[in-house]
């Protein structure tokens, strides 16, 4: 290809990269897929291609489509293994944040509950209410009609809100002192302050750090601030499991509040939380490291504040 070629896709790289995580969660997955869309580009008879950035947002779309269809990616969802790969704050690749529906569309509440989409389903919701397409050109991507398109988007909106906990998401101002106050709480060992702060239909999803064969989950106030008192109490296995004693930062992943935890500068697992009516909704804990990749990279060029707490 000639210098215009590559540059002219490169120019593009990282609204395909933001495209692609939203459509399959994972940015190790998006980032093979914008690839294989590079290649394609290479192979193309680009004379022939008018509207370049159509193109190849169609081609990445159909990329993640295949992936989402695919045996392994079903058994992997099926079998309850699935979570998304949480993004650090300012990651290019969480893309466009500028209305409240770009914000939603990646958080990892919202990205947990597209699972329960058809693939054409994601795909139209995430043109539609992260990129703003218009339904005419949501049918060209999808090869679908415009009818079909609108259906699409309004069943998926229909689902995610069903499915949302505690109703409307808190505004970042909020949501941040809510955690807040959900820290302070299970660091004092408050477990009746943590029951007050969860929402009654409060759930807590958690990858076991890997170790689990399935994801686990709890729910009922009492039962998830029993788990998160006991996550804050100190013990020699869990420094052992970490490789050390770890930091906990209050950050931003996928745009909601959340604690890094951090041991001689390498995430060791992450908890984002999501926040609805004043209280915390649902909470996602990660900690496996196949989960944890592209976090630990932009780890490095990020400056975290002073640490909300400093030993388990």
């Known amino acids: 290809m000639d210098t215009a070629a590559i540059d002219r896709f490169e120019a593009g790289r990282g609204r395909l990269a933001s495209l692609a995580y939203r459509?399959?969660?994972?940015?190790?997955?998006?980032?093979?897929?914008?690839?294989?869309?590079?290649?394609?580009?290479?192979?193309?008879?680009?004379?022939?291609?008018?509207?370049?950035?159509?193109?190849?947002?169609?081609?990445?779309?159909?990329?993640?489509?295949?992936?989402?269809?695919?045996?392994?990616?079903?058994?992997?969802?099926?079998?309850?293994?699935?979570?998304?790969?949480?993004?650090?704050?300012?990651?290019?690749?969480?893309?466009?944040a500028e209305t409240v529906e770009q914000r939603e569309s990646v958080s990892l509440a919202v990205l947990t509950l597209m699972e329960r989409l058809s693939p054409v389903e994601r795909a139209a919701y995430v043109l539609r209410e992260a990129f703003t397409y218009p339904h005419a050109e949501i049918a060209g991507i999808l090869d679908i009609t415009e009818s079909a398109s609108q259906q699409h988007v309004h069943r998926a909106r229909r689902r995610v809100a069903a499915e949302r906990r505690g109703g409307d998401p808190a505004d970042p101002a909020t949501a941040r002192k809510v955690v807040e106050e959900f820290l302070a709480a299970a660091t004092s060992g408050r477990t009746e302050r943590l029951v007050e702060l969860l929402t009654a239909d409060a759930v807590a999803v958690s990858d076991g750090a890997g170790l689990a064969r399935r994801l686990l989950r709890y729910r009922t106030p009492e039962r998830i601030a029993s788990l998160v008192r006991a996550g804050f109490t100190p013990s020699a296995a869990k420094r052992r499991m970490a490789g050390g004693n770890p930091t906990m930062h209050l950050t931003l992943l996928n745009g909601s509040p959340a604690v890094v935890a951090v041991v001689e500068g390498r995430v060791v697992g992450a908890v984002a939380f999501d926040v609805a009516g004043g209280k915390v909704a649902s909470m996602c804990g990660i900690a496996a490291a196949h989960r944890l990749g592209r976090l630990n990279e932009e780890w490095q060029r990020y400056e975290p504040g002073a640490p909300i707490a400093s030993a388990w």
């Open 23 to 96: 459509l399959l969660g994972s940015a190790a997955d998006a980032e093979d897929a914008v690839q294989d869309a590079f290649l394609r580009w290479q192979a193309a008879d680009r004379d022939h291609i008018e509207v370049p950035e159509a193109w190849l947002t169609k081609v990445v779309t159909h990329l993640c489509l295949d992936r989402l269809r695919s045996a392994q990616a079903r058994h992997e969802r099926a079998a309850g293994d699935w979570l998304p790969e949480p993004l650090l704050e300012g990651d290019p690749m969480l893309g466009p």
